[in-house]
């Protein structure tokens, strides 16, 4: 029997239309309607872009080349080879763990959405406040970090002038605040650049070396301790602070190959880096005496002179500057192009460079912007583990059985990671040359649990949908038989929602 022999009469009305969207982004839709949110972001960046946009903010030219002088203080030639690909494969599970989360729940909210949603009910709010907090530090003082960075290649100077910095920001502002559709095809660019100018730079150390280049034997095994640390292991695992530093920013927020590809490459891209930086660096006690402020800088004079050395490095950390701007951008708010968000970042990041008066304190706040990113990473990782074991949702890409080993080995090397980065980086530390990352840390987190224990915790929930979350399709009944009507709950006529 039919709805119109039963004397029903159905009409069935779609509230949410999508017509004219292609259909990808329709079915990007309708996941983020099931997560309860809409898309904030013009979807103008395909999988190509994506991943450039993750490979240009990892930048590994700028982080080679302003991480250098951790592993050459810290083991000269065997800490340059080996150091990068060890930490490699800590990091490996960090960006795995991401992508994973990222392929479940692929929203714009990232980071901050994947803790409240694998958190306790109880810990959910607490989890996403701690998560904002880490990643705010640390995407705004990355910026100023890289635009320092880029102020030591352009000035060879130990101290960021007020005048570069902002002639920096103004230049990188204008850049990022242009449209969606725009900022994806530079991305494509910059990455092509990066890609060309760091294969050039590798190829440049080992052809163009001559004389300065040492032998293989030296290159691959030869370890020399200049840290101060009395401890040869020790001294040897401060190195590892070069590959965090320069993979880091970004990645939580791209699609899973992206995170992938992008970490993956960075890693093979640098290691070979390294490698060729090596043979380079004839002696190392020469490099560390050397007046420039980056001493792989003195390394390129050598082998390609002041105009090579210029070429290869300044050009990649404006640019990587420029996509960290935005990245940080979609962190504080999100809009179609949220032009406001990276004006404001760009002003956080400013008045932190204006304190950045030595390399000391420049040295401080790249590791604070390191451990309030990977604190901000582990975090929803360490809620999936935990009280999240049986609540995420695989996406495409699920690491099955191996996600929770994979996510410890990632917890224990980011605690390992954020207590070593809090040392001194000499043994002789004293007020010019200690680590100053632990007042910044401290002094961000005493403010967002001191907000949190006496406001916060009063009104925070977490992340709030976005749309109406009652259902889109409803189907209208009518009886219309002669029968007298009956106050049964078959027999009032109503309007049925179909979930």
């Known amino acids: 029997m039919t709805d119109k022999d039963a004397g029903i009469v159905t009409e069935s009305i779609s509230v949410n239309s999508q017509d004219g969207a292609p259909p990808a982004h329709q079915e990007d839709n309708i996941?983020?309607?099931?997560?309860?949110?809409?898309?904030?972001?013009?979807?103008?960046?395909?999988l190509l872009e994506?991943?450039?946009?993750s490979m240009a903010i990892l930048a590994v030219s700028c982080g080679v080349t302003t991480g250098y002088s951790y592993p050459l203080l810290s083991g000269g030639h065997f800490a340059m080879v080996w150091?990068?690909?060890?930490?490699?494969?800590?990091?490996?599970?960090?960006?795995?763990?991401?992508?994973?989360?990222?392929?479940?729940?692929?929203?714009?909210?990232?980071?901050?959405?994947f803790s409240a949603k694998m958190a306790s009910k109880e810990q959910s709010a607490l989890a996403s406040w701690i998560t904002g907090w880490s990643n705010i530090m640390g995407q705004v003082t990355l910026i100023c970090s890289i635009n320092f960075s880029c102020t030591e290649l352009i000035?060879?100077?130990?101290?960021?002038?007020?005048?570069?910095?902002?002639?920096?920001?103004?230049?990188?502002?204008?850049?990022?605040?242009?449209?969606?559709?725009?900022?994806?095809?530079?991305?494509?660019?910059?990455?092509?650049?990066?890609?060309?100018?760091?294969?050039?730079?590798?190829?440049?150390?080992?052809?163009?070396?001559?004389?300065?280049?040492?032998?293989?034997?030296?290159?691959?095994?030869?370890?020399?301790?200049?840290t101060g640390w009395s401890n040869n292991v020790w001294a040897f695992i401060l190195a590892f602070t070069s590959?965090?530093?320069?993979?880091?920013?970004?990645?939580?927020?791209?699609?899973?190959?992206?995170?992938?590809?992008?970490?993956?490459?960075?890693?093979?891209?640098?290691?070979?880096?390294?490698?060729?930086?090596?043979?380079?660096t004839n002696s190392v006690p020469d490099i560390l005496q050397s007046n420039l402020a980056l001493p792989l800088g003195q390394v390129y004079l050598n082998v390609l002179g002041k105009k090579g050395a210029l070429a290869l490095w300044c050009s990649i950390a404006y640019l990587c500057g420029c996509t960290q701007a935005v990245d940080a951008s979609r962190v504080i708010f999100a809009t179609q192009t949220p032009v406001n968000a990276v004006w404001f970042a760009m002003l956080l990041s400013a008045v932190c460079g204006i304190l950045v008066f030595s390399t000391t304190a420049f040295n401080s706040l790249a590791s604070a912007s390191v451990i309030g990113l990977y604190i901000s990473y582990v975090t929803p990782i360490y809620c999936r583990v935990t009280w999240g074991k049986d609540k995420l949702q695989p996406g495409p890409f699920n690491l099955g059985w191996w996600s929770f080993p994979i996510g410890w080995?990632?917890?224990?090397?980011?605690?390992?990671?954020?207590?070593?980065?809090?040392?001194?980086?000499?043994?002789?530390?004293?007020?010019?040359?200690?680590?100053y990352s632990v007042v910044i840390v401290l002094v961000v987190f005493i403010f967002a649990g001191?907000?949190?224990?006496?406001?916060?915790?009063?009104?925070?929930?977490?992340?709030?949908?976005?749309?109406?979350?009652?259902?889109?399709?409803?189907?209208?009944?009518?009886?219309?038989?002669?029968?007298?009507?009956?106050?049964?709950?078959?027999?009032i006529p109503s309007l049925v929602r179909i979930l």
């Not at 009104?459 to 007298?484: E, M």
């Open 31 to 46: 996941l983020l309607r099931k997560l309860g949110y809409k898309s904030e972001f013009k979807r103008e960046f395909s």
């Open 243 to 280: 590959p965090m530093w320069s993979e880091t920013a970004g990645a939580a927020r791209a699609a899973p190959i992206a995170i992938l590809v992008g970490v993956a490459g960075t890693e093979i891209l640098g290691w070979l880096y390294y490698i060729a930086a090596s043979y380079a």
């Open 450 to 491: 001191g907000s949190w224990i006496f406001s916060a915790r009063y009104w925070f929930i977490g992340p709030v949908p976005n749309i109406d979350t009652s259902p889109r399709l409803y189907t209208c009944v009518i009886y219309d038989n002669d029968a007298p009507m009956k106050f049964g709950a078959t027999q």
């Open 409 to 435: 080995i990632g917890i224990v090397w980011v605690v390992f990671m954020v207590v070593m980065l809090l040392f001194p980086y000499t043994q002789t530390a004293n007020v010019q040359t200690m680590n």
């Open 50 to 53: 994506t991943i450039s946009f």
């Open 83 to 113: 150091a990068w690909p060890i930490a490699c494969i800590f990091v490996m599970c960090v960006a795995a763990s991401m992508a994973e989360l990222a392929s479940s729940m692929p929203t714009s909210a990232g980071l901050y959405y």
């Open 155 to 226: 000035t060879t100077a130990i101290a960021m002038g007020t005048d570069g910095a902002v002639a920096i920001h103004l230049t990188q502002l204008i850049f990022c605040s242009a449209g969606t559709r725009i900022l994806a095809r530079m991305t494509v660019v910059i990455m092509v650049l990066i890609l060309s100018t760091s294969i050039g730079a590798i190829v440049s150390l080992l052809a163009c070396a001559g004389d300065q280049r040492v032998s293989s034997m030296d290159a691959w095994t030869k370890f020399e301790n200049n």
